[in-house]
């Protein structure tokens, strides 16, 4: 599945725009994360695999700001996109217990139907599949479908039409 | 604009069951027809500037978005019907493929109504 523009890319320009309503821990953390992820980018771009996981596993390792709506939404997003990053190396690695304990911890967040968790969805299903276990892996492919259907749908109404 | 359609239709109609030829001059309509013609004209006005004005507020819709997610619905029905191959012996696979392909063929339906993509 695409990742809409870059899923990461998108959580954390979120975070920017609301970065001002939030703490200075909030910032201080949306900055770091910023960094690591285009850290990470640039280390999977020369090969550097481990580099790259390092990066990202100090992202969700990292003392992550709690207590404002925005702020806890934004770090939520930040927070499963990172996950959904590890998973996806895990996968890359033949490593599909890894990429199912990073999709869960992703998924055992919450949130809402958005594209967050349907790129979760997809990788979890994506390593049921690399297990062999079909049902659970077409039941996550069909939940990440039906997120996608709905945010079309939306976005459709917004527009000024129903599909 | 359909309005628009029906006023100008009816307005014809009207026009043409009162003078049956324009066989004389303006000037010579009585002042009450002319007042009438008037009066519709300037509703006609009003009417076309209401459709500019409700077609101004439908916002076209972000194509890109639309695009990527009828995308990522067709691909994740073709990794579950994939699988529904792979695995013929799991029944509760084949009602999850139909389903996500006609959800696919609603979201390239739905796209193609609003003018994004093929």
Known sequence: ???AAS??????LALAGCSQRGSADGSDWLAEATRRHALADELLDRGDE????????AVVDGRAPRGQLDADDDRRRVLQ???YRLAGLDLRGQDASGALLHAGRGLTLGGGQDLFVANLL???GAAHEARGEAPAAAADF???LLINEQLLAASLRDAGGAP | MRLVAVAVLLLGACAASMHPAPATPPSTVPAAVRDDLTRAEQELRRLDADVDALAAQAAPPDCQRVTLLRDNICALADRICRLTEEYP???TLRPRCTDAKQRCARAAAAAKQRGCGA
């Open chain 1, 122 to 124: 997809v990788v979890r």
């Open chain 1, 7 to 12: 899923a990461a890319l998108v959580a954390l």
């Open chain 1, 1 to 3: 599945m695409k990742r």
């Open chain 1, 142 to 144: 069909h939940a990440a």
């Open chain 2, 89 to 91: 012996q799991e029944t």
């Open chain 1, 50 to 57: 481990p580099g790259a996981r390092a990066q990202l596993v």
């Open chain 1, 81 to 83: 996109d990172t996950y």
